[in-house]
């Protein structure tokens, strides 16, 4: 049931007003009622119009387009002011550490699921492709010439910048994020001088916040164009002729987001069903535009009105869209032991779990967006070298149809993150996330005076008085300001 919700400015969050029960808004009001009615439209279109749905992508590019060129700048603000925001660098470090060893448990969990599936299943068996006789798209071939210019450890080479502007405008994910931490622990080790730096950094992330409310207005459209884009250009054809492995994708995802993160809700004590029917609209917006990054802020937002501080949501979400793309290492393992069984390759235990070992390396950085995960695959079949590469052109076709199950998939791993590592944190309120949950009113979130925070461990030191009755003020490093009496 969605209710009307109040918004605390300090916060940045909102919540019902107290002391009240949720309002029942009237249907045609609702996001994710638009978004459906956008994807149904599309699917129509692009089923009954094939040429006229591909005609219709500049509306799904459009709007994907208007989220990504705030999607770096908001990463940089919430990752600033989530470590500006903790009582120290080591509280910092420790929900650092804490969500990593988290997103390494659950994406190899991820990798492992898969490859047990496709040795179960085995769909690939009988295909016998022939790989030279292979017709590679130019298409196909761009994403396997960037795969082939990867390896193992491209990732770290990734990470760090070249240029802070550049990072920003590529909209690489990875490398904004670092600059961000490092950005974020500058100012807790300025301290009191940085002050105004926090302060600016927190309410221009209010105003991009602000911005992506306007853009989403637009996501019912940007839905509907994608989806008739997909259907009218690949045609529901090419879903069903390789229909069994979508439909072993699908359930594998399924199964791994009830079970295994459905078993990780119940260890903190919360229903991961109650959930996904909270997170109903952005998962609807991420099926219609196949990209997780759509989302990402406004999962920010409700993990804080669930009762995650925000020290950890805007650490561990943002760091989550590359480190913890579940969705995407199911595919990853599920295509790649899918292309060496249609192509009678024969991998041995040994092979196949070094596969998984370099899987956990490529599969970071992965952006949530569609193509990132077939590239991926093309420098991990590179990388292992068992693998005829030209073999993925047997699984190009459905890609598209996948990449929304991975997005999906994503989504539902890093939100279920953010609420692990707070639990871990022992900072989670359980009981404001319970309420949430359920639909229950809830107070608007108490603020925290960021200025106070920020100087809360920078040493305040008295002013030493100088001859002539100057002080030198020596609270914060670098050139000492004088004072006369």
Not at 33 to 46: E, F, P, R
Not at 381 to 390: D, E, N, R, W
Request: charged share 15%; proline share 5%.
């Amino acid at each position: 049931m969605s209710q009307v919700t109040t918004t605390d400015p300090a916060a940045g969050t909102s919540g019902p007003p107290p002391d009240e029960a949720p309002a029942r808004r009237p249907w045609y009001t609702l996001l994710y009622v638009w978004v459906l009615v956008g994807i149904v439209a599309g699917v129509v279109v692009g089923a009954a119009w094939p040429h006229t749905g591909e005609q219709l992508r500049p509306l799904g590019d459009t709007f994907v387009n208007a989220i990504k060129m705030i999607i770096t700048p908001i990463i940089f603000v919430t990752v600033v002011t989530g470590i500006a925001g903790v009582d120290s660098l080591r509280g910092a470090g420790r929900i650092g550490w804490k969500s990593l060893v988290y997103f390494e448990a659950l994406t190899t969990i991820a990798l492992i699921l898969g490859l047990v599936v496709m040795n179960v299943l085995r769909p690939g068996d009988g295909v016998h492709a022939d790989v030279g006789s292979m017709k590679v798209s130019e298409a196909a071939q761009g994403y396997i010439d960037k795969g082939e210019a990867q390896s193992w450890w491209h990732f770290l080479t990734d990470l760090v910048p070249s240029s802070v502007v550049g990072a920003f405008a590529d909209g690489d994910v990875l490398k904004v994020l670092f600059f961000a931490v490092l950005f974020g622990i500058a100012i807790k080790l300025v301290g009191r001088p940085a002050q105004g730096i926090a302060i600016g950094v927190e309410r221009t992330g209010r105003v991009l916040f602000a911005v992506l409310r306007i853009v989403m207005y637009a996501a019912p459209v940007g839905a509907f164009g994608a989806m008739a884009f997909t259907v009218g250009k690949y045609g529901l054809d090419t879903l069903t002729s390789l229909g069994k492995l979508v439909a072993i994708f699908y359930g594998t995802s399924l199964f791994f987001v009830l079970v295994v993160l459905g078993l990780v809700m119940a260890a903190i004590r919360l229903n991961i069903l109650h959930l996904l029917r909270y997170m109903k609209d952005e998962l609807l917006i991420v099926l219609g535009t196949s990209s997780s990054e759509t989302v990402l802020p406004r999962v920010i937002t409700k993990m804080e009105n669930l009762g995650v501080p925000r020290q950890v949501a805007g650490l561990t979400v943002p760091s989550g869209y590359s480190f913890n793309l579940d969705g995407t290492c199911i595919y990853l393992t599920l295509a790649a032991l899918y292309v060496a069984q249609a192509t009678d390759t024969p991998l041995s235990m040994g092979q196949q779990l070094s596969l998984v070992a370099v899987l956990l390396l490529t599969s970071k950085g992965a952006a949530g967006v569609t193509g990132s995960g077939f590239i991926v695959l093309a420098a991990t079949l590179s990388t292992v070298g068992h693998v005829p590469v030209a073999g993925i052109m047997l699984v190009f076709g459905i890609d598209k149809f996948m990449s929304e199950c991975r997005a999906l998939t994503n989504v539902c791993g890093n939100s279920v993150a953010s609420l692990v590592v707070a639990s871990w944190e022992g900072v989670l309120d359980r009981d404001r996330a319970r309420k949430v949950l359920a639909g229950e009113p809830v107070e608007p979130l108490a603020s925290r005076d960021l200025v106070d925070v920020i100087t809360a461990t920078a040493p305040i030191e008295e002013p030493a008085v100088a001859a002539g009755g100057v002080s030198i003020d020596k609270r914060a490093p670098g050139a000492p300001v004088a004072t006369a009496h």
